[in-house]
């Protein structure tokens, strides 16, 4: 019986310790993406480069402003190849005056370019009750009324729902 005892509590004690030794490492880890961040946001500062709020860059890019929900917490954009970041708290959903509704992973990826947002990662839309997808985001031109959501099917939507900034509302998965 004791020595049952005892292997339960080595077994017992090996699993505590594996486990703070997991939050150790991912503590490590998260701290050394601060840092880097930091001083990525410290260096641009010094260049004199101050970050556009990501509704101003995405009209610059004649995307509506109200694609993303108003909770973003930063966005990170390299202007060489169109890259874009957008980092969220928590996994959320907005639903657009449109009775849309678009659901947002903590990190949304994809490639910015003149009235386009592609190869998109992170993004679903709600489409005759299943969730899709979403490949892309396009404006057919400047002035176009409509906003296309591509995914498996291609949803057009009205361009005035997505001009206002919405706040996403926390669900549980993406």
Known sequence: MDSI????????FARKAS?????????????????????????SR??????????????????PKGVFP?????????????KLAVFLPFVCEVKFRDESIVR??????????TGV???IEGMKTKILMMWSKVISVTMEKPDATKVVFVSSMNKSRPRDAYIILRDGIEVDEF
């Open 104 to 113: 947002y992973d903590k990190r949304v990826t994809g490639v910015l370019s």
């Open 70 to 82: 108003k909770n973003v917490l930063k966005y990170e954009f390299d202007e060489a190849t169109g």
């Open 5 to 12: 005892l005892g292997k339960a509590g080595s077994f017992l």
């Open 19 to 43: 486990n703070i030794s997991d939050t150790i490492a991912n503590d490590a880890s998260s701290l050394s993406n601060s840092i880097s961040e930091g001083t990525s946001r410290f260096i």
């Open 46 to 63: 010094l260049q004199g480069r101050v970050q556009t709020p990501l509704p101003e860059l995405l009209q610059k890019y004649q995307i």
């Open 117 to 119: 947002l592609k190869n």
